[in-house]
């Protein structure tokens, strides 16, 4: 029979055990064309623009007014 623990395993333990693996928030930085918030060293995404030029195309919303009759 394999040896149990003596005693229980008390919450501060448990949780001290626990404390690195906790979320941690993003480091988020203001893009300089559009002024959104974005993730550093990434394009924007909401403008498409990186280190002060446009890497991505963004796609423009068409509006359906001349299938609709």
Same mark, same amino acid.
């Given at each position: 029979?394999?040896?149990?623990?003596?005693?229980?395993?008390?919450?501060?333990?448990? &949780?001290?055990?626990? @404390?690195?693996? &906790?979320?941690?928030?993003?480091?988020?930085?203001?893009?300089?064309?559009?002024?959104? &918030?974005?993730?550093?060293?990434?394009?924007?995404?909401?403008?498409?623009?990186?280190?002060?030029?446009?890497?991505?195309?963004?796609?423009?919303? @068409?509006?359906?007014?001349?299938?609709?009759?």
């Amino acid at each position: 029979m394999p040896p149990l623990p003596k005693r229980r395993r008390t919450n501060t333990r448990n &949780a001290k055990r626990l @404390s690195h693996t &906790a979320m941690k928030l993003k480091n988020l930085s203001r893009c300089p064309a559009c002024d959104n &918030a974005k993730l550093p060293h990434q394009a924007c995404p909401s403008c498409g623009t990186y280190n002060g030029r446009q890497v991505i195309q963004q796609k423009t919303r @068409s509006t359906n007014q001349d299938t609709e009759e």
